[in-house]
């Protein structure tokens, strides 16, 4: 085809196992094991098969998991004389294996990516299309355009894109097919800034089209897929290239990674934990996808039954008339490590639940931190047998860094013994677990912290680059907005026990630094007897039951801080946020601790959640426990 062309980048987390392709209701041959050379492993699972999930697009492009679990793809209409001959959105839901319309028209979008915050960020292409970068709000379905021109004149057909951690956005702008009202006086790869601006990044690409990021977000690599047809003296060229991404977001030309023989020609890439390339090659004779090294090395190829546009982690292919998918993958699974500091307020054991049931969560590992946290590590131990899952524990920090503690005892610990649980742990080592599992998983890892911030804070002074590697934070912490709710003091408890940690982490510069406080999460909560009723007959729940009893000896209710905080990992859209900067008081003493609020609009270092769909939180998080056995 001569049209522009999308490609996938990276979906967080990506998986190294197997892309087994599904495509479908039509059952393909098995393709078996991908070739290999050397010793490298194989990619396909031993006996995958190809199963079409989608067959009624034009063309479809784009595929990008979405924070709701579903996947978003761009569908291209290109005849004036077609219904909605600009293009749709479609949606798949793998709860349900069907596909409905997101949005139509869609302006011709070609790639699709989500930011930190959940939005849709779309490539709109030329052909009656927008011929600009867009952002769309899930919730509200309201869009905006974020680039349209360039130097007074359009864009030419933006393609690919991809979203790095400070929120700017890369994106190729080539031209396919009719170039006559073509403004631009290059085909370029872009740079749009979270302020706006918008900058050409290089023009050194024939035809820029895939565009993906490294896991360490050091490296862009944009592949050429220039058919040649614009020019028929001209043969078809297709190569990726890699640039080193200097920290001013300019890129510097690093070298042509691989060049590709013949009519194999480069479309989406994704890039798996290792560096890993995975190539939608678009070759007639032989359609699949290459797995390429850091190096420029091809180590494996995947077949697939139709040339391939696109192609995305979660064993997802776009080919031009659907949609393709490995038949046991149906999301993607989110690395998080969970601090905790479960045994005190009861709303922790409901937290962990929630994660161990969750089948986009890869849970790798707790720790635990206050008072008694090995009896605290036994509490989180018992749900995991529960659960029957071998989750990593280390009890951390007992004592805050300068403070005395004021969290001494893990009261739930008093209703343990019937649940079986580990007692031995090892002690001392959890702050080297986080950055050990950290640096294993750069850019890959959302650290959870709904507890006082003894062990983050030890972490981020232990290693300075941590804050850095991380996907993100996601923390129950502080008050922002409103007076504190009746029975809660000024100062939200997890920022006040240790001050001086939670300065050390809100001054770390995390890529997406997130915090959902006291303000917003007690409009969740259930009276003991809606807690009982809602979670009674649930296996997992059992020894949760027991240990609330404790809690409502003391307190009227369970307010859901810590399941809110969990559930925004994996839909962020459940709260509103504001961007702004936030400030730890360690004087005078009645202010200790308080996390004193500047709103900053796009140049914040942090996102505060201002307000929660609680309706759709306790949906979703009830939707999620009941998956699990009763």
């Not at 690395?335 to 986009?360: F, M, N, R």
Request: hydrophobic share 40%.
């Amino acid at each position: 085809m001569k049209f522009g062309r999308a490609a996938m980048r990276t979906i967080a987390g990506a998986f190294l196992g197997a892309i087994g392709l599904l495509c479908g209701s039509s059952v393909f041959p098995a393709p078996g094991t991908a070739a290999a050379q050397d010793d490298s492993p194989a990619i396909l699972a031993p006996g995958a098969r190809v199963v079409r999930l989608f067959h009624e697009g034009s063309f479809t492009e784009g595929p990008a998991m979405g924070p709701d679990g579903c996947v978003y793809f761009s569908d291209l209409t290109f005849e004036p004389d077609t219904t909605g001959a600009d293009g749709h959105i479609w949606k798949f839901d793998p709860a349900t294996g069907t596909c409905t319309i997101f949005r139509s028209p869609s302006g011709m979008s070609n790639g699709i990516e989500f930011d930190a915050g959940g939005r849709m960020i779309v490539a709109q292409g030329s052909d009656f299309g927008g011929r600009g970068i867009v952002a769309i709000d899930l919730v509200t379905g309201k869009g905006g355009i974020l680039a349209s021109h360039f130097k007074g004149q359009p864009l030419n057909s933006p393609n690919d894109l991809v979203v790095d951690g400070k929120g700017r956005v890369y994106f190729t702008d080539p031209r396919y097919g009719d170039q006559t009202s073509m403004k631009q006086p290059v085909m370029g790869v872009y740079r749009l800034d979270r302020n706006g601006a918008l900058t050409l990044i290089t023009e050194r690409i024939p035809m820029p089209n895939g565009i993906a990021l490294s896991p360490d977000q050091r490296t862009l690599y944009v592949a050429c897929n220039d058919e040649g047809v614009e020019d028929e003296s001209r043969p078809p060229e297709g190569s990726i290239s890699s640039f080193d991404i200097l920290p001013d977001g300019s890129v510097q030309f690093h070298a042509v990674l691989i060049r590709f023989a013949g009519t194999r020609l480069p479309d989406g890439i994704a890039i798996d934990a290792r560096g890993n390339l995975y190539v939608a090659i678009r070759d007639e004779a032989k359609p699949g996808v290459g797995v390429i090294t850091p190096a420029g090395a091809e180590i494996a190829w995947i077949p697939v039954p139709e040339v391939p546009s696109n192609v995305a982690f979660g064993g997802l292919v776009c080919c031009p008339l659907g949609l393709i998918q490995h038949w046991t993958i149906c999301m993607n699974r989110i690395k998080v490590i969970l601090d905790t500091d479960i045994g005190s307020d009861i709303d922790d054991a409901v937290a962990l639940a929630y994660l161990l049931e969750h089948p986009g969560c890869d849970l790798l590992g707790i720790t635990t931190v206050t008072g008694e946290a090995v009896k605290r590590a036994s509490l989180a131990s018992a749900l995991c047998r529960r659960a029957g899952k071998e989750i990593p524990i280390y009890p951390g920090a007992e004592h805050p860094l300068l403070t005395e503690q004021k969290q001494l005892y893990a009261q739930q610990a008093a209703a343990l013994e019937p649940w079986p649980h580990q007692k031995e742990f090892p002690v001392g080592e959890a702050v080297e677990f986080m950055r050990r599992t950290i640096r294993r998983y750069p850019g890959e890892v959302v650290l959870l912290t709904v507890a006082p911030l003894t062990n983050i804070g030890l972490l981020f002074l232990v290693d300075s680059e941590i804050p850095r590697l991380l996907k993100g934070l996601v923390m129950m912490c502080g008050r922002f907005f409103d007076p504190p709710p009746k029975g809660y003091g000024a100062i939200e408890w997890n920022a006040r026990v240790d001050a001086y940690a939670t300065r050390i982490v809100y001054r770390a510069p995390v890529r997406v630094h997130r915090s959902i406080g006291l303000d917003v999460t007690h409009r969740v909560s259930m009276s003991p007897p809606e807690f009982r009723q809602a979670f009674a007959g649930y296996r997992l729940f059992d020894p949760i039951l027991e240990w609330a009893e404790i809690w409502f000896k003391d307190w009227p209710g369970t307010t859901f801080h810590d399941p809110l905080a969990a559930a925004v990992v994996f839909d962020p859209t459940l709260c509103s946020f504001r961007r702004g900067n936030v400030r730890i008081a360690t004087e005078p003493e009645e202010s200790f601790g308080a996390t004193e609020w500047t709103p900053e609009d796009e140049a914040g270092a942090h996102e505060v959640a201002a307000h929660v769909n609680a309706a759709r939180f306790f949906e979703q998080y009830l939707s999620v426990i009941g998956k699990g056995a009763r």
